[in-house]
């Protein structure tokens, strides 16, 4: 007979408790505990398959262990390859977490497929074969060595990858599986983290590397599985808007590389598209100067691009103006155009701001601010900024423009993009030898001189 007792856990970090507490010790969050009936029945690793590659463990000695850096597994998709740090370690537990409908399942079936001399099996328990048959043919590419199996149990998944002894293995969710070792609903927390657990076991024993699909919380956290972040090596991040485009695929923690390198995709009909070059797609192509866009030359992971921010300011129709923006920290603007106000005099707080990021990205880099003031200023003057002229600096809060890390790469970016002129802090001029640059460098200290050479 089976033991069967009850635990609560904390829904947010995993912790667990024998009674109900409304606040948890472990992380401070308050409602998060939940009660989950857990009963062993079997002993844990009895399912876990043996897969040929198995090797017997025993102590080795550190200088004895070979380094499996040349033996990366080249996913084919340069996007991914190079968020991963190089392609897939072996061994290893990737979770790719993103809202609904962003692309994880199309961008992992797509993988799958454009890995032919890799066997690959594709465990599903949200779709059918048939929906996911028909999502293959909609990004066309033909697989022989591809499976498919449509299946909810761990230890239904173990026994088929003993006869199918594949390569690569491919979850799609963690939240729809369940154990036989543990007597909770899917998707519940133990669950959860059993199944990881299992899967984790696996994959470190058989050298298969594995990816999980993780759902995301309304908050933007991957629900339930904060636990499931320290347990995988590698956490990715897929995001955008769903009605844009674009979407990136971030590195929120990598055992086996950086975390500030990022993958950018555009969603097609066909399936995901790898955008090599982001600087081209993420300008809008205008015809004619429209006041109120101004071009930034950010740096987002490892990658100079050059995006675009579009501003309207108009007088407030209500009583409270409006502030709003997209792939933008609103708090932030709110601080610029109270350092426009206060430090610049510019009577902006009457005034409805809203603030745009062309292309459905989110930027979090401080060298957009300037273009942010430059978009708000020309929107409010109505008078365009020149297409030719791209800015990097940070503004402070007394109105100071302050230089940026990286200001070479992103002069370099803007060359070659064909810019003219680039914006950028006086401080940051030091070192830079602008002799060898086609590219127009413009040093500026304070937003007046920056309005006084655009704007007048
Ligand atoms: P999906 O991969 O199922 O998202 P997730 O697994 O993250 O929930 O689908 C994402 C969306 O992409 C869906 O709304 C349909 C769309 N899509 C395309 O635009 N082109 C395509 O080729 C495919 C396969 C999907
Ligand atoms: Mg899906």
Sequence with gaps: MAKTKSIFFCQNCGNESTKWVGKCPA?????TYVEEVVSKTQSRDKSIPSVSTRKDNKPQRIQDIQKGSESRVNTRNNELNRVL??????????LIGGEPGIGKSTLLLQVALNMKDAKILYVTGEESD?????????????????FLLTETSTQQVFRHIETVQPDVLVIDSIQTLHTDSIESSAGSLSQIRECAAELQRFSKVSGVPVFLIGHITKEGSLAGPKILEHMVDTVLQFEGDRNHEYRILRSMKNRFGSTSELGIYEMRGSGLREVDNPSEVLLSKREENVSGV???????????????????????AYGTPQRSTTGFDLRRMNMLLAVLEKRSGFRLAVKDVFLNITGGLKVDD???????????????????????????AEVGLSGEIRPVNRIDQRISEAQKLGFQEIFISKFNQKGLDSSKLQINIVPVSKISELYGILFK
Excluded at 130 to 146: F, P
Excluded at 296 to 316: D, H, N
């Design 294 to 316: 101004a071009v930034a030359a950010t740096i987002e992971g490892m990658r100079p691009m050059l995006i675009e921010v579009q501003a309207l300011v108009s007088s407030a």
């Design 27 to 31: 992380c401070g969050e308050w409602n």
């Design 366 to 392: 401080p060298a957009v601010d300037l273009a942010v003031v430059a978009a708000v200023l020309s929107s409010s003057e109505d008078i365009s900024v020149d297409q030719k002229i791209c800015l990097a």
């Design 85 to 94: 740090g190089g392609g897939l370690v072996p061994g290893s537990i990737i």
């Design 130 to 146: 048939q929906q996911i048959k028909m999502r293959a043919e909609r990004i066309g590419i033909h697989n022989d060595s591809c």
